[in-house]
T-cell receptor, first 114, second 112 residues
Framework: EAQVTQNPRYLITVTGKKLTVTCSQNMNHEYMSWYRQDPGLGLRQIYYSMNVEVTDKGDVPEGYKVSRKEKRNFPLILESPSPNQTSLYFC?????????????FGSGTRLTVV | KNQVEQSPQSLIILEGKNCTLQCNYTVSPFSNLRWYKQDTGRGPVSLTIMTFSENTKSNGRYTATLDADTKQSSLHITASQLSDSASYICVVSGGVGYIPTFGRGTSLIVHP
């Protein structure tokens, strides 16, 4: 089944403890991206990647890192999480950057930083 | 700055009724417009995708329209069902890098 898989689904952590949220897609998509979703604000792009070893900042990149060493994986790294990063996170992929074929989203990761 | 505005913010309708959701955008140049359905706590799922040359696209009981001149789109839901209760998000891509701009969504509740 074609899908985007995120792990974990739920995560509670403490301020300053490094964490990684994994994202993997099995559709050979070139484009992958991360979003956070907060009440009343909608989805906001954190980082995106047009292909292997090519990443760029979205609208809200502060406090996050990403890497794209393989086409299928696009992990989101929080080096020193803070409470304002408590949010619902989504990874998405698309065949191309244009989005003309739509995005496939993962099921989400609900992160709580205390 | 690119913006996508959706209205209404929330909507309550009775099962079986029709409804129309609106999306206005300022993204330029325009590449495509997509409507997504998002169930609570789940990832958005694509309903329709329209490029500049398309002005209507249907997916079952969902019909999206696009007026590229006025930069407006609508999503019409026919004969609503309880399972239509969700947030509907309009996403417009264009400009340098085709970075998507997301609307904040319309929350639809369908009552029996």
């Amino acid at each position: 089944e074609a899908q985007v898989t995120q792990n974990p689904r739920y995560l509670i952590t403490v301020t300053g403890k490094k964490l990684t949220v994994t994202c993997s897609q099995n559709m050979n998509h070139e484009y992958m991206s991360w979003y956070r979703q907060d009440p009343g604000l909608g989805l906001r792009q954190i980082y995106y990647s047009m292909n292997v070893e090519v990443t760029d900042k979205g609208d809200v990149p502060e406090g996050y890192k990403v890497s794209r060493k393989e086409k299928r994986n696009f992990p989101l790294i929080l080096e020193s999480p803070s409470p304002n990063q408590t949010s619902l996170y989504f990874c998405a992929s698309s065949p191309t950057q244009t989005g003309n074929y739509g995005y496939t989203f993962g099921s989400g990761t609900r992160l709580t930083v205390v | 700055k690119n913006q996508v505005e959706q209205s209404p913010q929330s909507l309550i309708i009775l099962e079986g009724k029709n409804c129309t959701l609106q999306c206005n955008y300022t993204v330029s140049p325009f590449s495509n417009l997509r409507w997504y359905k998002q169930d609570t706590g789940r990832g958005p799922v694509s309903l329709t995708i329209m490029t500049f040359s398309e002005n209507t696209k249907s997916n079952g009981r969902y019909t999206a329209t696009l007026d590229a001149d006025t930069k407006q789109s609508s999503l019409h839901i026919t004969a609503s069902q309880l399972s239509d209760s969700a947030s509907y998000i309009c996403v417009v891509s264009g400009g340098v890098g085709y970075i998507p701009t997301f609307g904040r969504g319309t929350s639809l509740i369908v009552h029996p």
